[in-house]
C-alpha cells in the first residue's frame, strides 16, 4: 500500500488469534446504523466521509466499500499513475474496476506529502483519513538512520497535508508495526507537531477487512505480501485549545495582502523545501549503492589475497621427502631428455643414409635399364644374323647344285 516514492511496504500475514472484541462503535453510530440503515466496518460507517491514502492495489478501499454496499463516500488514492498500477499488482486493475462499480472515486498519483495541493482533495474535508502502513521505500535497511529519517519526513508531510483535509471532529488514522525499529519512527510525537492528538490505539487485524491484500509496494517483489506483526491503527484527533479572545481589531486590506503573500513564499519555500530533500534522498540511495559496490568490490579483492597467501604458503611447504622425489624425478627428465637427443641423432643419420642409398638404388636401377637396353640389342642383331647367315647357306647350296 503506497503513498511516497516507494511509499508503502507490504508483508506477509500473521494469523489472528481471536480475543475480545477489539473495536468499539460508539452509541451514535449505533443510532445512525439503527435509524437509517449505516453499514458498519470496525471504525469506519458508510455515512462518513473517507479519504484513503496509498492503497497499493485498492484492496482496502474495497472492502470498505464491499461491506457498505456503496462507495458513494469514499475516495481511494494511490501514488502509482493507472499504467503503473495495473503493471506492478495482478489485481489491481479489477479492485478499481469493482470500486468505480460501486460509486466510489478513485485518484491516481496522488502524493501523500502534497495531497493538500490536489485540484481534486484541496477543496474537500473528510471524516476520516486513513493510511495503512506508510513506508517511504526500500533504500536501505530499517535500522538504519536514514531509513528512519525518510519514513518520519514520509509520516511528518502525511500529517500536515491530512491536518488541512480533516474534519474539525474527524479522525486520522494512521496503521503502523510496533517493536523496534518501527517505534523508533515516533509517529505520536510527529502528529502532535501539527496539533493532532492520540485518542486510541487498537489492534490491525487483517480479517476484519475481507480481500485486504497488504502489499510490499516497491522493489522486485511489490505485488508480494508482508508479514502484519504487532500492527496497530493510531486514531488521531485535532487538538482545539481554548477558545482566543476576539482581537481587538481587524487586519487591514495591506496587512491581509501581506499576510497572504507570506503564505504564497512559504509554500514556495516549502516546495523547494521538498524537492531538496528528494534530491538529497536519491543521492543517499546512490551512495548506498556505490558503498555497497564498494563492499563487494573489497570482499573480492581480500578473497583474492587470501587465496594468494594460501597458495604461497602451500608452495613453501614442501617436505623433505617431496623435495628429494622432485630431485629424483629431474634427474630422470634429464637422462630421458638426453636419451631422447640421441635418439634424434641417431634418426638423423639413419634418414641421412637412407637418402645415400635411395641415390645409388637410382643409379642402379639406371645401369639396369641401360644394360637390359643394350642385351635386347644385341639380340636383335644376332636374330638378325642368324637370318642372313642362313640365307647365305641356302644360296650357296643352291649354288653347288
Known amino acids: 500500500m503506497t503513498a511516497d516514492p516507494a511509499v508503502s511496504m507490504t508483508y506477509k500475514h500473521t494469523p489472528r488469534k481471536l480475543n475480545a472484541v477489539d473495536v468499539k462503535e460508539t452509541e451514535m453510530g449505533r443510532q445512525r446504523r439503527s435509524a437509517r440503515g449505516v453499514q458498519w466496518l470496525n471504525h469506519y460507517s458508510s455515512a462518513q466521509s473517507i479519504l484513503v491514502v496509498g492503497d497499493g492495489d485498492f484492496s482496502f478501499s474495497l472492502a470498505l466499500a464491499a461491506v457498505f454496499g456503496s462507495g458513494e463516500n469514499l475516495v481511494a488514492t494511490s501514488l502509482d499513475s493507472y499504467d503503473a498500477l495495473t503493471s506492478k499488482y495482478g489485481k489491481a486493475k479489477s479492485n478499481v474496476t469493482q470500486l468505480e462499480r460501486l460509486g466510489a472515486t478513485v485518484f491516481h498519483g496522488v502524493d501523500a506529502k502534497m495531497m493538500k495541493r490536489h485540484p481534486c482533495l484541496k477543496m474537500r474535508r473528510f471524516d476520516r483519513i486513513v493510511f495503512n502502513f506508510p513506508h517511504a521505500g526500500f533504500i536501505g535497511h530499517e535500522q538504519h538512520d536514514h531509513m528512519i529519517k525518510a519514513h518520519q519526513l514520509l509520516v511528518r508531510r502525511f500529517f500536515r497535508n491530512a491536518s488541512h483535509l480533516i474534519r474539525p471532529d474527524g479522525e486520522i488514522h494512521v496503521s503502523h508495526k510496533t517493536g523496534q525499529p518501527y517505534d523508533r519512527w515516533q509517529i505520536e510525537e510527529l502528529a502532535s507537531e501539527f496539533s493532532l492528538v492520540i485518542s486510541e490505539k487498537v489492534n490491525f487485524w487483517k480479517e476484519d477487512y475481507p480481500g485486504y491484500n497488504q502489499k510490499r509496494g516497491d522493489g522486485e517483489w511489490c505485488d508480494e505480501e508482508f508479514p502484519l506483526r504487532n500492527g496497530y491503527t493510531f486514531k488521531f484527533r485535532v487538538e482545539h485549545?481554548?477558545?482566543?479572545?476576539?482581537?481587538?481589531r481587524k487586519f487591514t486590506t495591506s496587512q491581509r495582502e501581506s499576510l497572504h503573500r507570506l503564505q504564497e513564499s512559504l509554500d514556495d519555500v516549502t516546495k523547494l523545501h521538498q524537492e531538496k530533500e528528494q534530491q538529497l534522498?536519491?543521492?543517499?540511495?546512490q551512495l548506498i549503492s556505490i558503498s555497497e559496490s564498494l563492499r563487494s568490490c573489497e570482499h573480492a579483492r581480500i578473497t583474492l589475497e587470501s587465496r594468494l597467501e594460501e597458495e604461497q604458503r602451500r608452495s613453501r611447504k614442501f617436505t623433505m621427502?617431496?623435495?628429494?622425489?622432485?630431485?629424483?624425478?629431474?634427474?630422470?627428465?634429464?637422462?630421458?631428455?638426453?636419451?631422447?637427443?640421441?635418439?634424434?641423432?641417431?634418426?638423423?643419420?639413419?634418414?641421412?643414409?637412407l637418402i645415400s642409398t635411395s641415390k645409388s638404388l637410382c643409379s642402379s636401377e639406371h645401369v639396369r635399364n641401360t644394360l637390359q637396353s643394350r642385351l635386347e640389342e644385341e639380340q636383335r642383331c644376332s636374330r638378325k644374323f642368324k637370318f642372313l647367315f642362313g640365307s647365305m647357306i641356302i644360296l650357296f647350296l643352291k649354288f653347288c647344285i
Do not use: M
Request: no cysteine; glycine share 2%.
Open 321 to 353: 621427502a617431496q623435495r628429494e622425489t622432485l630431485h629424483s624425478l629431474q634427474e630422470s627428465l634429464d637422462v630421458v631428455t638426453k636419451l631422447h637427443e640421441e635418439k634424434k641423432q641417431q634418426l638423423l643419420l639413419f634418414r641421412q643414409e
Open 241 to 248: 485549545g481554548e477558545p482566543e479572545e476576539p482581537p481587538s
Open 281 to 285: 534522498l536519491l543521492l543517499q540511495q
